[in-house]
């Protein structure tokens, strides 16, 4: 069998959701949407069965997905839903909602439901994406509890730069949510990992930790005691030595300075590796660094093995995980560990650490 694989560390995900919650205080949604940023929705739903107050996806299906696997927590629908028949599926199972934007107030007062729902307003406080201007945030509420189909309403922002612990972005953010919802009566959720971790002033009832959950720290460089979840892992399946001035690979990206070991390994850009990753980006063949030589290819990346003389055809590698993290690898490649741990695919998964 090809040897490349995710596995993934359900200890360190329910190490890395207790802390998140103790860090903020009150209650945590556990953001899984996006297939748990590439780590398995229902596997790590289920981890966290009986100790996550609640779950967070983007949209209907992802929170369907965990309802027919058993999940009976709350599941909160970051996007709310996008038409009524989604609507009304969503309070059949009695799933909580944000809502975002006019259509979907008025598709909640005309649309007759089989319970009383449970939705967060969401308050554009300043990133300009989604959510109602501060000006509009009391008339969205009256029009929705008023209405009697509303049963519970929270109030919710979400923070453009909270991953910016010096950026007076998110505390003028707190202002303007703090300012628009000021005497409206409901549950506050505003921290995503980045606040919980950098801005204990927008800690209230219930933060929505989402990376921070898989152990990928989002402020690179600090260390908060956070576990890696996934380590994507491979094997070296064949070497080669070349001499100096041989080319290595597409576009010969990579000319042998030297006489060169050459480490071939069962992982490409199709497997989710990014082929933005620059030459000497590290590598852990057998516990060590090995540096990536030439340009990853879709099924198949290289390695340098020449002062590794130990390593060879079945040494293991960890492309990241425990070894080599992934902020690291992101950054490298000019993008960010959400993105990389997202587009995971095409190898073989396995859950350790899981509960039966
Ligand atoms: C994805 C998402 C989160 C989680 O964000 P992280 O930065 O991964 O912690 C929280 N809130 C909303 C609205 C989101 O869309």
């Known amino acids: 069998m090809r040897p490349a694989r995710a596995l993934i560390d359900l ?45 967070a996806v983007a949209f209907l299906d992802e929170a369907l997905a965990l309802r027919a696997d058993g999940i009976e927590a709350p599941i909160l629908l970051l996007e709310g839903v996008f038409d009524v028949a989604e609507l009304m599926e969503a309070a059949d199972h009695k799933l909580w909602l944000a809502v975002h934007h006019p259509a979907q107030v008025e598709m909640i007062e005309k649309t007759p439901l089989s319970a009383p729902l449970r939705v967060w307003i969401k308050v554009n406080s300043g990133m300009n994406r989604a959510g109602f201007l501060p ?20 109030f919710m922002t979400h923070f453009a730069r909270a991953d910016e612990p010096d950026a007076e972005a998110t505390a003028e953010q707190i202002r303007v949510f703090d300012a628009a919802t000021r005497s409206l009566p409901g549950a506050r959720s505003l921290a995503n990992s980045g606040a919980i971790l950098a801005w204990p002033d927008s800690h209230r009832d219930w933060a929505r930790p989402g990376i921070m959950l898989y152990g990928a720290d989002p402020l690179p460089g600090e260390d908060h005691g956070l576990l890696p979840v996934m380590t994507l892992a491979s094997n070296v399946v064949a070497v080669r030595e070349l001499a100096a001035g041989d080319p290595l690979g597409y576009g010969a990206r990579f000319i042998a300075p030297r006489q060169t070991r050459v480490g071939l390994v069962a992982m490409g850009y199709a497997d989710g590796y990014p082929r933005a990753a620059p030459d000497r980006v590290p590598v852990a063949v057998d516990g060590r660094i090995a540096p990536l030589i030439g340009r990853v290819s879709m099924d198949m990346l290289t390695v340098d093995l020449t002062d590794l003389p130990d390593a060879g055809i079945g040494s293991a590698v960890e492309l990241w995980g425990k070894q080599i993290s992934v902020n690291g690898i992101a950054q490298s490649a000019g993008t960010i560990s959400y993105e990389l741990l997202c587009n995971v695919k095409r190898v073989s998964f396995a859950w350790e650490g899981g509960k039966g």
Request: hydrophobic letters at 45%; aromatic letters at 8%.
């Open 11 to 55: 200890d360190a995900l329910r190490h890395n959701y207790r802390l998140a919650r103790e860090r903020h205080g009150g209650r945590a949604f556990a953001v899984v949407k996006a297939n748990a940023y590439g780590h398995g929705a229902l596997a790590c739903a289920q981890a966290l069965a009986g100790e996550a107050d609640g779950y």
């Open 135 to 154: 000006a509009a945030v009391r008339m969205v509420w009256k029009r929705l509890v008023v209405g009697g189909k509303v049963k519970d309403c929270g």
